[in-house]
């Protein structure tokens, strides 16, 4: 059975969101889809906190390092080669993130 924590785990990561404020907005515009309401999301993410709080900040850094690993990319084919490249090397750190709270950093 997955728990409503669960459930606000999976629109995190499947929407990449990255702050409570969007998620909010996303359960109050689903909320008989995920049958949370906006009380319940307060209470579970309050109760939660330090635990949301590592899947907003990996989706931050994600979307920060990501436009690093595309500009990098689109250098790598323009001109055959990365001036800069320490840049592009770090914006691509495989990580993964379970459900309950661990984070594996793949090296």
């Known amino acids: 059975m997955t728990t ?3 459930k606000l ?4 990561v499947k929407e990449n969101l990255m702050h ?3 998620l909010s907005d996303y359960v109050s515009n689903n909320s008989n889809q995920l049958e949370i309401n906006k009380k319940e999301i307060t ?10 709080s590592l899947y907003f900040e990996a989706n931050q850094q994600n979307s920060i390092t990501e436009k690093e690993y595309f ?4 250098k790598l084919a323009k001109d055959g080669y990365i001036m800069d490249s320490l840049n ?15 984070i594996h950093v793949i090296h």
């Open 71 to 74: 500009s990098g990319r689109e």
């Open 20 to 22: 409570m404020i969007e």
């Open 43 to 52: 209470r579970i993410v309050s109760k939660n906190s330090d635990y949301f």
């Open 88 to 102: 592009f090397i770090n914006s691509h750190q495989p990580i993964e993130i379970f459900h309950d709270g661990r």
């Open 9 to 12: 785990v999976d629109v995190i």
């Open 4 to 6: 409503k924590s669960d």
